[in-house]
């Protein structure tokens, strides 16, 4: 089992930043990869950036050049920094953690608002 806790979600200006950080507790040696996912009412979960155990990342399109994922392996800490936040980046951001097959453990998400 794996526990994951979010923080840092807030209320931004268009242009502003935030930093997101998810803590891991529990089964933390078994997980191959760490990721940031974020929904909107009405919409799927949608990947926004991912860091694998070996260091590589990947991020969708929309926030390349502007989130960067990263972490810190001795805290059990991931991170998410968005510069340049445009509204259309308003959602409630999950931190998730990959620990095999189909196992997937979730945080309970933290609310981004980026007012225009």
């Known amino acids: 089992q794996v526990q994951l806790v979010e923080s840092g979600g807030g209320l931004v200006q268009a242009g502003g930043s935030l930093r997101l950080a998810c803590a891991a507790s529990?089964?933390?040696?078994?997980?191959?990869?760490m990721g940031w996912y974020r929904q909107t009412p009405g919409k799927q979960r949608e990947q926004v950036a991912v860091?694998?155990?070996?260091?590589?990342?990947s991020y969708v399109e929309s926030v390349k050049g502007r989130f960067t994922i990263s972490r810190d392996a001795a805290k059990n800490m991931v991170y998410l920094q968005m510069n340049s936040l445009k509204p259309e980046d308003t959602a409630v951001y999950y931190c998730?953690?990959?620990?095999?097959?189909?196992?997937?453990?979730w945080g309970q998400g933290t609310q981004v608002t980026v007012s225009s």
């Open positions: 529990g089964s933390v040696f078994g997980i191959n990869a």
């Open positions: 998730a953690a990959d620990t095999g097959p189909q196992q997937v453990y």
């Open positions: 860091i694998h155990s070996a260091g590589g990342t």
